[in-house]
């Protein structure tokens, strides 16, 4: 049985940080590229990051560019989100995902698995 489980959500202000975690019971964790999304009250579900098996390769939605970090540590089945200089339209259910696919992808229908999800909100 496949589970993923995201941890670290809270309330955080502007300007903030905050780490998310995401533990994974999900064979071998290192065959799947695991992404990261989030969804807004009264909005879709949108891609935030995602990384390889290795690391080597990542991926990142525009809009959190070079204040977000996605990583991995495959000894520990987990996958961790870094959220710095956050902002109040951050503010969102962030959810973890995994992929049978080789490169880091960007499209929600395209995970096989998901997590239950971590509030993050951040106040202005």
């Known amino acids: 049985q496949v589970q993923l489980i995201e941890s670290g959500g809270g309330l955080v202000q502007a300007g903030g940080s905050l780490r998310l975690s995401c533990a994974a019971s999900?064979?071998?964790?290192?065959?799947?590229?695991m992404g990261w999304f989030r969804q807004a009250p009264g909005k879709e579900r949108e891609f935030v990051a995602a990384i390889n098996w290795s690391g080597g390769n990542t991926n990142y939605a525009a809009s959190v560019k070079g204040r977000f970090t996605i990583s991995r540590t495959n000894a520990q089945n987990t996958v961790y989100l870094q959220m710095s200089s956050l902002k109040p339209e951050d503010t969102a259910i962030y959810y973890c995902?995994?992929?049978?696919?080789?490169?880091?992808?960007?499209?929600?229908?395209?995970?096989?698995?998901w997590g239950q999800g971590t509030q993050v909100t951040v106040s202005s």
């Open positions: 999900i064979g071998t964790f290192s065959r799947y590229v």
């Open positions: 995902a995994a992929d049978r696919a080789v490169v880091p992808r960007t499209k929600s229908d395209e995970y096989d698995f």
